[in-house]
């Protein structure tokens, strides 16, 4: 208790630091020169040129609209929208474990056939997640004419949502993104939004293809550095997504069959704008880290070719780790952009002790203090990758079960949906009703490559109801989740 106190007492004073300096500087010239005389002042200001005054105005006025066009303009989502698979796409385990003893490849491999039930079981995903039509075909439809049904319901249904929930409309956009890792048709999906919905023909359009899960804060992020330098009042559509149905893994090697255990259909939609009218959330601090140059990460997760010539995506045993590293190495820019000074100052003071009894004792194990970042945001939505993915970040980052339950929820209830699944976790946090005005939110996303990206927002205006996603099942969240650690 006496710990606690003392620990809120000294975030009160560190991170109030430089006003407290300021307001006891001022008092003490107060005391100093007091009394001041407004008649004084007004005498000093009449003996002054009128010619010399109006230019002293002009200048300040002009060094400030300056200085003022020379930042970057703030950049605010306007509204975000996701796909709500209806219940005839559901994928329960009784039904996955039928289809599966019904493939003749997994069949004469009874290893791998018990080893793709076990884990999908231990997985962390519920009996509601949905698969797409093409999977619930015997052997599944892997033709492209499948890939694009999936792509235009999940896509098309995530824009129309967010165009329903906002009063921009498709003529007020002026730049399209679009990102999907493994499945890309000719023509993109660029091309597919601006047919349906008409858009101009001076859109711009970016289509984001290889990126894994990744790709959605990263289209984010792209969005954000032309929406700083655009013209007042521009819009950017972004819609995220992960095509299932080409991609079916039919062979029988473990690491290509757990993408077909955790994947899961779905995708969103948001629209962002450079000016603060209409705005729901404000965008704080990106930071993207890449570590591909290590051989390791860059082969964590891969699309090849298994032994019998099966292309699948491989997904390595050490992504966790990988993930954990990744993060690490990002929270190293990320944190100081976003953490308050008394955090940043608790790690500062551990490293000069490490650094000072390294150099005394040799003793380079001293811990450095991991920050708490619950000091900076009062949300976290954590690609929920596997439930391995999401107890690594967990570990890593120190944060209790209740900062994690939008990321172990949004698996439970809707899978792997890749690059989309951070704002079905943003949609969990609003349909729970605990998004404040003010309220920080931190969304990581992971994707191949590797790669780690931080996105930071502060909540301007919350949902004004529960719609969305979570609508028809948010009363029976948060779940008990089967305890899997034996
Ligand atoms: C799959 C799990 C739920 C299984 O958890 P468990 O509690 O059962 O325990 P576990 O981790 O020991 O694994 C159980 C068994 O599966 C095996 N196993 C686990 N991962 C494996 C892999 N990648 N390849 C081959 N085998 C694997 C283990 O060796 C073990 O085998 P044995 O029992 O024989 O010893 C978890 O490991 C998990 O969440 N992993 C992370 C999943 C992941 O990679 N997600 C990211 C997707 S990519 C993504 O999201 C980003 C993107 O696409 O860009």
């Not at 101009?200 to 959605?216: F, K, T």
Request: proline letters at 5%; one cysteine or more.
């Amino acid at each position: 208790m006496a710990t606690k106190l003392l620990k809120t007492w000294y975030h009160l004073v560190v991170s109030n630091f430089l006003a407290i300096v300021a307001v006891a500087f001022a008092t003490a010239v107060l005391r100093k020169g007091w009394p001041f005389s407004i008649d004084g002042l007004a005498g000093w200001l009449h003996a002054q040129r009128p010619v010399h005054l109006a230019t002293a105005v002009i200048l300040m006025a002009a060094v400030a609209k300056l200085w003022r066009a020379r930042q970057p303009r703030d950049v605010y989502l306007v509204e975000y929208g996701c796909f709500r698979p209806r219940p005839c796409f559901r994928a329960p385990f009784a039904t996955c474990r039928e289809h599966v003893h019904l493939l003749p490849y997994l069949l004469a491999d009874k290893e791998s056939l018990s080893f793709a039930i076990r884990l999908l079981e231990r997985s962390g995903l519920g009996e509601e997640t949905c698969v797409p039509y093409s999977y619930h075909y015997m052997p599944p439809d892997r033709s492209l004419h499948a890939a694009r049904e999936e792509t235009e319901l999940v896509i098309f249904s995530a824009i129309d949502d967010v165009f329903a929930r906002s009063t921009v409309t498709p003529a007020d956009i002026d730049v399209l993104i679009v990102n999907c890792s493994i499945f890309t048709p000719t023509p993109v999906f660029v091309d597919m939004v601006v047919n349906r919905y008409k858009l101009r023909a001076g859109v711009q359009s970016l289509n984001l293809s290889g990126m894994g899960c990744g790709a959605g804060l990263v289209a984010i992020g792209l969005a954000r550095n032309l929406l700083q330098v655009a013209a007042p009042g521009t819009h950017v559509l972004t819609v995220s997504t992960e095509i299932l149905s080409s991609q079916y893994y039919v062979g029988s090697e473990r690491a290509m069959l757990l993408p077909n255990c955790l994947f899961r259909m779905g995708a969103a939609a948001t629209i962002l704008t450079n000016t603060a009218e209409r705005a729901r959330f404000k965008l704080g601090r990106i930071v993207r880290t890449m570590t591909a140059a290590r051989d390791a990460d860059y082969r964590c997760i891969f699309q090849e070719e298994d032994d019998k010539g099966i292309r699948g995506v491989r997904l390595s045993k050490d992504l966790t780790a990988t993930a954990g590293n990744a993060l690490k190495r990002n929270i190293v820019a990320f944190g100081p952009l976003v953490l308050p000074v008394s955090e940043q100052l608790l790690v500062a003071l551990s490293l000069l002790k490490r650094k000072l009894l390294s150099r005394r004792r040799g003793d380079s194990k001293v811990r450095l203090y991991r920050p708490d970042f619950r000091t900076a945001f009062e949300h976290f939505c954590i690609h929920a990758g596997g439930r391995a993915v999401i107890d690594e970040v967990q570990r890593g980052l120190g944060l209790s079960d209740e900062d994690v339950e939008a990321s172990r929820m949004t698996l439970h209830r809707f899978g792997n949906t890749s690059s989309s699944l951070v704002l079905y976790e943003l949609a969990y946090a609003e349909a729970k009703g605990r998004m404040r005005k003010g309220d920080r939110v931190w969304m990581i996303s992971f994707g191949a490559g590797f790669e780690c990206s931080c996105v930071a927002l502060e909540c301007v205006r919350p949902a004004a109801d529960a719609a969305g996603p979570w609508a028809d099942c948010i009363h029976r969240y948060p779940v008990q989740l089967p305890d899997v650690a034996i």
